[in-house]
């Protein structure tokens, strides 16, 4: 018997749900009984998913992992190619889902390069009830549905924050300069904002704040802002409605080019080719 799909569903999220919303784009099982290979950039999104029953292996860049049924779910990016592959003469069924959202790239970003994630029996167990739901919900579509999907898959991705313990970290007391210069930026994070300039802003020397980003955020003002600005251009870049050259102007840059070449050089990918890379 070929592979099968036959309990993959796949789904067309709303042009609003796509621009401000956790969106799926497919969700459902699949059973292999030879490897189903894929090109980098050939679908949208992020996959996660886990092992119903069977063995086998998940190849990506740099990277092969071992897939059986236990405690593990396994988070893969659609920008690289993979394969799923059963163990020879035998077949793996994998159930889960495909999503995307405006805020993928940093979410993947906190999440690490690590596609496999050991989860707590029980909370694996909720991954797969929300999943069920899931599917239930885009089955039916009754109003608000695409929100009810976000919700759940907001759980879901929070479940896969506590198994990496991104804030396990303990909560420490920061400078009052420090707060003020983050809530600047986030205030009008569209503003091509310099250190001298926010430094003053935030009632604190250059090299007094700079100190405080190094030691509370391990990253420099120079960096937070390469970041803040990169995050704010991948949301404005799935909104479909504005041309890049609107997209580059909102963030201040002098020009098209310029911004393409930002975002190259931060990405790997041209914004037409990141635009392209979440469309279904």
């Known amino acids: 018997m070929p592979n099968s ?17 956790w969106h799926l784009l497919s969700v459902g099982s699949v059973t292999l009984q030879e490897p189903d290979r894929h090109e980098a950039l050939e679908k949208p999104g992020a996959h996660l998913f886990w092992v119903q ?10 990277k092969t992992y071992s897939l059986q049924p236990g405690p593990r779910c396994w988070l893969v990016d659609m920008r690289k190619p993979r394969t799923y592959a059963p ?3 035998k077949k793996i069924s994998n159930a889960g889902f495909r999503f995307g959202g405006p805020d993928l790239e940093a979410w993947r970003e906190e999440l690490s390069d690590d596609n496999e994630f050991v989860i ?18 885009v089955k ?7 929100w009810e999907v976000h919700v759940l898959i907001t759980e879901i991705v929070g479940k896969l924050l ?12 920061v400078p009052k300069a420090l707060t003020r210069a983050i809530s600047l930026v986030m205030a009008n994070p569209l503003q091509h904002w310099r250190v001298p300039d926010l430094a003053k802003a935030a009632g604190a020397s250059r090299s007094g704040l700079q100190q405080m980003f190094k030691v509370y955020q391990q990253e420099s003002i120079h960096e937070f802002l390469l970041r803040t600005r ?9 909104d479909d409605r504005l041309a890049i050259k609107e997209v580059s102007s909102r963030l201040n840059f002098s020009s098209e080019f ?20 979440i469309k279904v």
């Open 53 to 62: 029953s069977g063995k086998g292996t998940l190849e990506v860049p740099g």
């Open 162 to 173: 506590n198994a990496r313990e991104v804030f396990s970290a303990p909560q420490v007391e």
């Open 5 to 21: 799909f036959a309990q993959l569903y796949m789904v067309e999220p709303t042009p609003r749900a796509r621009r401000l919303l």
């Open 120 to 137: 707590q029996p029980r909370e694996l167990e909720a991954i797969r009830r929300a999943m069920q739901k899931m599917w239930q919900l």
């Open 140 to 146: 039916r579509r009754p109003a608000g549905f695409e």
């Open 230 to 238: 990169l995050d704010q251009a991948r949301q404005l870049l799935c």
């Open 87 to 89: 163990l020879p003469g």
């Open 258 to 277: 310029y911004f393409s070449r930002f975002f190259r050089k931060k990405t790997g990918m041209s914004p037409t080719q990141f635009r392209d890379s």
